[in-house]
């Protein structure tokens, strides 16, 4: 039929609209997090500089790099799901991409659902934690009281956004596949 779309052969639909305002805001927190491992290198590299040849090393390393790990897996896993670096069992969905085009997006409907809900859950059982922390910082902070502390309400809330997007991003790709799943096939 003229004005139909036929679902490609060789891969996914786009996830969204390439400039779409949620691509951008999740373009935004990966580069973000890119940023961020930057830092952490030369923070750690500064820290290796100063305990072999100046013997003083910088406080609180290790508290950060446990810190940073954290916030940056969570800001950059709405964009790893988007671009479709997410880590997953093709196995099924190479055999249906050629046997049964529409049968592999209804099943990636259902998995994007299933992911998008389980994100939700765990926000929902998360949420808690996120006020706790920043209504009581002085009793949620990570490393050593009076050697090197740091609040953990900063990264609570950065893994809530994280959570937050990467279900979104889910529910995105679900309709996406859903609408790709009723078109015809070329």
């Known amino acids: 039929m ?5 679902i490609p052969l060789d891969g996914e639909p786009p996830p969204a609209a390439p400039g779409g305002p949620f691509a951008r805001v999740i373009g935004v927190m ?7 491992i930057i830092g952490l290198m030369l923070l750690i590299n500064a820290d290796i500089f100063g305990r072999s040849f100046l ?3 910088i406080a609180g390393v290790p508290e950060l790099v446990s810190f940073s790990i954290v916030g940056i897996v969570f800001l950059q896993l709405a964009h ?3 671009s479709g670096a997410m880590t997953r069992s093709d196995v099924l969905l190479g055999v249906l991409e050629h046997r049964a085009p529409r049968v592999r997006f209804a099943l990636l409907a259902v998995f994007h659902l299933v992911g998008g809900l389980l994100m939700l859950m765990i926000a929902w059982k998360y949420w808690p934690s996120v006020v706790a922390a920043w209504l009581h910082p002085e ?4 490393g050593n009281p009076g050697f090197f502390t740091i609040p953990q309400w900063p990264l609570f809330v950065l893994v809530f956004l994280g959570i937050g997007a990467t279900a979104i991003q889910f529910f995105i ?10 078109e015809p096939v070329r």
């Open 55 to 57: 013997s003083n090393p």
């Open 30 to 36: 990966n580069a973000m997090g890119t940023v961020w």
């Open 139 to 142: 009793r949620n902070f990570m």
């Open 2 to 6: 003229a004005g139909e779309t036929a």
């Open 80 to 82: 790893t799901l988007r």
């Open 173 to 182: 790709l679900s309709w996406n596949d859903a609408r790709a799943a009723q």
